[in-house]
């Protein structure tokens, strides 16, 4: 009986970097982000502070001091929060546009685009859902940049609610998988006695 020939392994290719598939690759290779970020809202209020993201499910918008607003979910429920007038509105985490960012089991292609973004440099997504459009629809921005986890750099995203409200959210000073803190997922409600939730 002949010897076995040794074939060698071939390596699945690379996705291409414009592709959905790279920008799947891209959200599967990153467990945890860190960010500043900016947002604008569609009267040109600008706000800033930090970005914490823990997949599945977690993620925290801390506003700047001074900012009675807090966004904030502890994997399951997003919270949005106005200390300023103790109002605690919850969304589930699975029907925010944030979702892409934040599921990484939700197979992304049944939901998201790559949208033409005029630069080559540049690779945008469009997240939505057509059968639940009361929550939106989110455009992530990606850079091309190979020391980046599958290549791209998230470097924010343009919202929309269903009433066409715009809020563009850029991020700077982005960190990957590094250590996250669980209480940062944790607030404290305005509607009680201060205990965290």
Request: no cysteine; net charge positive.
């Amino acid at each position: 009986m002949p010897a076995m020939l040794a074939v060698p392994a071939i390596a699945a290719p690379a996705p291409a970097s414009g592709s959905l598939a790279a920008v799947q690759q891209h959200l599967s290779a990153v467990d945890t982000m860190t960010a500043d970020f900016t947002q604008t809202d569609r009267n040109g209020k600008v706000l800033t502070g930090e970005m914490t993201l823990e997949k599945p499910g977690k993620i925290r918008f801390q506003y700047e001091k001074g900012v009675p607003l807090l966004l904030v979910s502890n994997g399951k429920t997003l919270y949005f929060i106005d200390y300023s007038v103790r109002d605690v509105q919850p969304y589930p985490i699975k029907d925010s546009p944030l979702s892409i960012l934040l599921d990484p089991s939700r197979d992304a292609s049944k939901y998201a685009k790559i949208v033409p973004s005029g630069d080559p440099r540049v690779v945008s997504v469009e997240a939505y859902d057509p059968n639940n459009p009361q929550y939106g629809r989110i455009t992530l921005i990606f850079a091309k940049k190979p020391s980046a986890p599958g290549g791209l750099m998230l470097q924010g995203w343009v919202a929309l609610d269903s009433q066409n409200n715009r809020t563009t959210i850029r991020l700077s000073d982005q960190k990957f998988n590094v250590p996250v803190s669980d209480n940062m997922f944790r607030f404290n409600d305005p509607r009680r006695s201060g205990r965290p939730n």
